[in-house]
T-cell receptor, first 112, second 113 residues
Framework: SQQGEEDPQALSIQEGENATMNCSYK?????LQWYRQNSGRGLVHLILIRSNEREKHSGRLRVTLDTSKKSSSLLITASRAADTASYFC????????????FGTGTRLQVTL | SAVISQKPSRDICQRGTSLTIQCQVDSQVTMMFWYRQQPGQSLTLIAT?????????ESGFVIDKFPISRPNLTFSTLTVSNMSPEDSSIYLC??????????FGPGTRLTVT
């Protein structure tokens, strides 16, 4: 089964609002990575957060990691229509030689 | 980061045939992987492509069905053999950089009729 579970499965917001996506996982990790995918195309790497980090920022993105709860969140601030995509978390579990296990994904729709 | 290209970008194939997908990276990388994304689903790891040795396959994937080559540190191929409609998916290669970030190619969209 998938290691990561994301919620919500789908999210619809208006442009300018913030979008928050959550990811939960089951085992100890080395790092967790977030990706964006537009309409079944390739994955765009957004951010990597290591197991000893609690928060990272990149532009309008903010990622948090709580290893005690085995969860992470991705916040997109001031969303734009171009942010419409599917977002996936992927975990690099300890002892797995960098193999990524992907979450189920969140489909984000940003409307004008 | 790493820039990854894949060929072909898409193909429509008849059942029973085989397709070889190529993955080229703009720099030498140790770790290279192949993933599959079935329609409407998340990504599943097929195998780790090891340079100079046999690939390491995940549960549910076998070498006879998905032979992989990795002749050097910048190139790999995945063959989907004896295809059936269930093999219709997007196939993506990825590489891990020294900073442990993994980057993905644009994917190959395969449709089997």
């Amino acid at each position: 089964s998938q290691q990561g579970e994301e919620d919500p499965q789908a999210l619809s917001i208006q442009e300018g609002e913030n979008a928050t996506m959550n990811c939960s996982y089951k085992t100890s990790i080395n790092n967790l990575q977030w990706y964006r995918q537009n309409s079944g195309r390739g994955l765009v790497h957004l951010i990597l957060i290591r197991s000893n980090e609690r928060e990272k920022h990149s532009g309008r993105l903010r990622v948090t990691l709580d290893t005690s709860k085995k969860s992470s969140s991705l916040l997109i601030t001031a969303s734009r229509a171009a942010d419409t995509a599917s977002y996936f978390c992927a975990t690099d579990a300890r002892g797995t030689a960098s193999k990524l296990t992907f979450g189920t994904g969140t489909r984000l729709q940003v409307t004008l | 980061s790493a820039v990854i290209s894949q060929k072909p970008s898409r193909d429509i194939c008849q059942r029973g045939t085989s397709l070889t997908i190529q993955c080229q990276v703009d720099s030498q990388v140790t770790m290279m992987f192949w993933y599959r994304q079935q329609p409407g689903q998340s990504l599943t790891l097929i195998a780790t492509a090891n340079q100079g040795s046999e690939a390491t396959y995940e549960s549910g994937f076998v070498i006879d069905k998905f032979p992989i080559s990795r002749p050097n540190l910048t190139f790999s191929t995945l063959t989907v053999s004896n295809m059936s409609p269930e093999d219709s998916s997007i196939y993506l290669c990825s590489v891990r950089t020294d900073s442990y970030e993994q980057y993905f190619g644009p994917g190959t969209r395969l449709t089997v009729t």
